[in-house]
């Protein structure tokens, strides 16, 4: 029985990692804050997570933005992604896209925005503060 729930074990993590893709998100000049990153930069890291290159934040991935601001997610890589409102408010949602894709919407509305990825679901989210 250990054995098999060890095979189980390994074989659900590296499925895991495989889904890791390389896709990146991101925005515009950088605003006030912690990290090096540019605000809205989130890239999909190790697993199933958007990852914020600003202040490195995960699952949900928060970003802090002025209103009017234009935030573009970029994916690349074969595994599908999207970038889906959940919430109010909200915003449009993009198509899952498999491959290389951007995705863009203006913020014009001060409020906290959430969003996850339509394939992979809540386990990979994120949220934009408007301010």
């Given amino acids: 029985m250990r054995i098999r729930n060890a095979f189980i074990m390994t074989f659900g993590l590296a499925g895991l990692s495989a889904c890791g ?15 090096g990153g540019p ?10 997570q ?8 995960t699952n949900p991935a928060v970003d802090t933005i002025p209103a009017g601001t234009t935030v573009t997610w970029t994916w690349r890589g074969g595994l599908p992604h999207s970038v ?21 919407i203006t913020f014009a509305t001060p409020g906290t925005y959430r969003y996850d990825c339509a394939f992979h679901g809540p386990v990979m989210s994120g949220t934009i503060v408007v301010q």
């Fill in 21 to 35: 893709g390389g896709s990146t998100y991101g925005t515009g000049p950088t605003v006030g804050g912690k990290g």
């Fill in 39 to 48: 605000v809205g930069t989130v890239a999909v890291g190790s697993g199933i």
């Fill in 50 to 57: 958007f990852v914020s290159g600003h202040n490195g934040s």
């Fill in 84 to 104: 889906q409102s959940i919430g109010s408010p909200g915003f449009a949602s993009s198509s899952i896209q498999t491959g290389s894709g951007t995705y863009a």
